[in-house]
């Protein structure tokens, strides 16, 4: 037999210090088991039909080679045109926008065009669990600061945040709405980071995927109206525009999660950075599904109404469930998430407890730890979804009944 001579670390010190992603193995483990995946994020439903319909023209109409690197230009005037009519902000699709292969690649993008070795980016903690192997490949030293669960919703401590702050300080990084607490950042909040961040010459990144859902009558919103709930983008916030970097993309607004059409929203100088990076890791995002999404974006205020109200209803009925069956939950405010005590089952740590979840009941969330740095501290909670068929979250209701039996 050939021995080869292994004398060198065959992985990268950066690959290493990482795991797979625990959300996307989750769906694995769920589809082992046969449970009701409530772990990642996607919908289960079918994506709009006219948005699947424009996808299969632009295949047919041969739109299939490389796309121009920063993304199909009736794409990007669309996405000009509805941040004009959504959040009022001028956007040059020649010179601020760069599409990316999902919101992933837009902020993995970001962060290397703009973060040097040793930089500090604060992240929100728990985070979106992408955000930490962000970190650690564009060498950026990630800071925490907690979001503490209250009975009025996830906070931050201002001093802590305002502590956090300092001269190598190159970023922070907000998920709003937030995933995975359903956090919505009050105008009062956006305004208190901006402030830091100008004082600190500081880039604000703001993952804003989830502006769509937003629920009535969250507690605290600033602006925003029990009728009329309303994102706020940190770009929106005074003096903001010229050091935020919006991430979004198709995936949530459209249900669309497996394109892998995002885009990123930036002054021109860090624009012109990240289209670089974005053209050497990916060379540009599928050309035939930027022209659906051309189409998506330009679809009527109605369609966010009523992508709005489905989610509300979802969210309205499973919250009750969770909270009748022992989890320790308040509504969330945002997002399709809801961030969940799992403390009064006794369970020795939320790996152990998901484990149980998955192949004694049939149901698959996401183990809390896997959006902390430091994973005690997420060791007895667990995240669900509601981005399901009511038929899902109805199975999933049932299922979870038998829990307390079970214990
Ligand atoms: N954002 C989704 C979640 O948090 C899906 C993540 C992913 O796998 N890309 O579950």
Redesign the pocket.
Known sequence: MNQTKLTKNRISKKAASFTE?V??EMSRVAAKYDAVNL????PDFPAPFDIKEKAMEAIAGDHNQYAITWGVKSFRDAIAEKTKWFLNLDVDPETEITVTC?S?EGMIAGMMATVDAGEEVIVFEPF???YAPDAILSDAKPVHVPLYQTETGWHFEKDELRNAFNENTKAIIICNPN??TGKVFTREELEFIAELCREFDVICFTDEIYEHIIYKGIRDAGEMTRDNPKHLSMAQIDGMNDRTVVINSLSKTYSV?GWRVGYVIAPPDITSAIRKVHDFLTVGAANPLQHAGAYALSLPEKYYRELQKEYQSKRDFIVPVLQKNGFKCEMPQGAY?VMTDISDFGFANDVEFTKFLIQEIGVAV?PGSSFYHDKSLGAQKVRF?FCKKDETLQAAAERLQNLTKKI
């Open positions: 992603s959300i996307r772990g990642q994020g996607f999902g992933t979106y669990e992408n995933n995975p999660t998430y996401v979804c």
